[in-house]
């Protein structure tokens, strides 16, 4: 069966071949502007490629540096630089790993540099972008926390040491709110003895996070429900709760104030009348 296509389906057609016809002929003049071989000298092809990252051309940036890293030699002061760059370029396109990769390559390869410290802070700060949800494989968590480590422990001294310990703590909370979410399921499925597993995981591993207190809160509840009616570990654990966290409104509407706690304590308990001796008589 033959189509018609008629006058409208006709310019349809050209209008579309036009129109990737256009496309065509931009990127061919995009990658036809930035190109090595137009750089006789690699100090040519630093100030150009430099050029680009500035002006936000993050892909002729990236191809420029990239050469540069394969093409200068080791004891060039471009080469440290170049990976910097690189890796910058690489962030601003959200390709973490790849940015990673090249702060690592930095830190590793030229570890007496002024820019090594910073780069193992931005490697870790890459991986830290990618493991944004707990909940998801650690892995790249792992890396973050490596690289930072390593940051704290080779350079002690590096202005970036309190952006550091804050980096580590931020994925402190974040191991500490994978834990306690597992604590929170395995409490929503009755199963109370692994719920506790998990929350005291929290308590012991990152007591300096939001989700200790919290995880601290949900081992009372959990000890007071009546499949467990541990009285004692949910009086222990309030003790523990008002010890460290004074004054906490949940807290104190959780386990008491620690005032009213001691005037309970302290009230003498009144002994419950004998009803089986014999009722005196009044005098006449």
Not at 137 to 154: C, E, F, K, M, N
Not at 155 to 171: G, H, I
Request: a positive charge; aromatic letters at 10%.
């Amino acid at each position: 069966m033959r189509t018609t296509w008629g006058t409208n389906g006709v310019m349809l057609v050209r209008r579309r071949f036009i129109f990737f016809v256009v496309v065509a002929l931009a990127t061919a003049a995009c990658s036809r502007g930035f190109q090595g071989r137009k750089f006789p000298t690699n100090d040519g092809l630093y100030t150009a490629s430099l050029a680009e990252f500035k002006t936000k051309k993050w892909d002729n940036a990236i191809f420029g540096f990239e050469k540069l890293t394969l093409e200068l030699s080791a004891r060039d002061t471009l080469l440290p630089l170049s990976h910097w760059y690189l890796a910058q370029a690489h962030e601003a396109k959200s390709e973490h790993i790849l940015a990673a990769t090249s702060f690592t390559r930095l830190a590793e390869s030229f570890p007496d540099d002024s820019l090594a410290d910073d780069a193992l802070y931005q490697a870790g700060a890459s991986y830290l972008r990618i493991w944004q949800n707990p909940e998801l494989d650690p892995q790249y968590g792992t890396l973050a926390q490596s690289h930072i480590r390593t940051l704290l422990s080779v350079y002690p001294d590096s202005p970036l040491r309190k952006d550091a310990e804050a980096a580590l703590l931020s994925l402190d909370d974040r191991y500490a709110s994978k834990d306690y979410l597992n604590g929170m399921f395995y409490v929503r499925r009755g199963a109370f003895d692994s719920s506790i597993i998990y929350f005291k995981s929290v308590v012991k591993d990152y007591p300096n996070t939001e989700h200790a207190r919290l995880a601290l809160m949900r081992m009372v509840e959990v000890y007071r429900t009546p499949q467990m009616n541990y009285k004692e570990e949910a009086a222990e654990t309030c003790t523990t709760l008002r010890t460290a966290y004074a004054g906490d409104k949940e807290v104190v509407k959780l386990c008491g104030s620690p005032a009213a706690v001691a005037d309970s304590a302290a009230k003498p308990i009144k002994p419950a009348a004998d009803s089986a001796a014999p009722a005196r008589k009044s005098p006449r």
